[in-house]
């Protein structure tokens, strides 16, 4: 690829990035993929107070690639769980007017961030496509389980222990929440698993990950 050739090294956070730069003829040996990082100093979660709110409280974050007009159909099917959106700068709020299990949130300090992120059990996604997320990574560090839809490198960062894939479309996102709502058995050890496997993705491994490429010079 003709406009790779000044690059030495290309840095991914996911698989797909990787696989569609080799699709397009961008040699394999310039590309190296890693993950993104959280600060688990700041997100963290004690594992020893893993319990299930009643209701089950499931909180949305982020804007990018996030597809709100799937959102609101899910949130309208899903009466009896207790909703927290975080839609950041994204004008959204008339999607949900009337909603009384919708607590709506726009953008705020980190703090205020991951107050309310302790108190969810479920991180939804519903994404369009991902490579590395800081809301995948920040929302494991804090021991919450995830329902994601199966796109891009998501299976980068989580599995079946600790995640629910599902089909972008509202059935198979419904179907996940209200299965959990009423398996707080299975929230607990999706919850734990979360805390445990967000080691990876530590801020010192990417260190380590940087400092490993002097060697492919």
């Keep these: 690829c003709e406009w790779s050739r000044p690059i030495d090294k290309m840095l991914t956070l996911g698989s797909s990035l990787s696989e569609y730069f080799k699709e397009n003829h ?3 040996d310039k590309i190296v993929t890693g993950f993104h990082y959280v600060d688990s100093d700041y ?3 004690d594992i020893c107070k893993a319990t299930v709110h009643n209701p089950l409280t499931v909180i949305s974050m982020g804007m990018m690639q996030r597809d709100y007009s799937l959102l609101i159909n899910v949130v309208r099917k899903c009466p009896n769980v207790k909703w927290i959106i975080c ?4 004008k959204v709020d008339h999607l949900f007017e ?3 299990n919708v607590e709506l949130k726009g953008f705020m300090p980190e703090a205020e961030l991951r107050d309310l992120m302790s108190k969810a059990d479920i991180s939804l996604n519903i ?4 490579v590395g997320s800081n809301v995948i990574t920040t929302s494991m560090s804090m021991g919450l389980g995830l329902v994601v839809t199966d796109v891009g490198s998501i299976r980068d960062y989580c599995d079946e222990k600790n995640a629910c894939f599902c089909k972008n479309d509202v059935d198979s996102l419904v179907s996940a929440i209200n299965k959990l709502s009423n398996d707080g ?5 999706m919850k ?3 805390l445990e496997y967000s080691k990876r993705f530590h801020v010192v491994n990417v260190h380590k990950w940087f400092c490993s490429l002097k060697s492919l010079d």
């Design 26 to 28: 961008v040699p394999e």
């Design 43 to 45: 997100y963290h979660a």
């Design 87 to 90: 839609r950041g700068l994204k």
């Design 98 to 100: 009337g909603i009384s």
């Design 127 to 130: 994404m369009e496509d991902t």
């Design 185 to 189: 058995d299975k929230v607990i050890s």
């Design 192 to 194: 734990k698993y979360s």
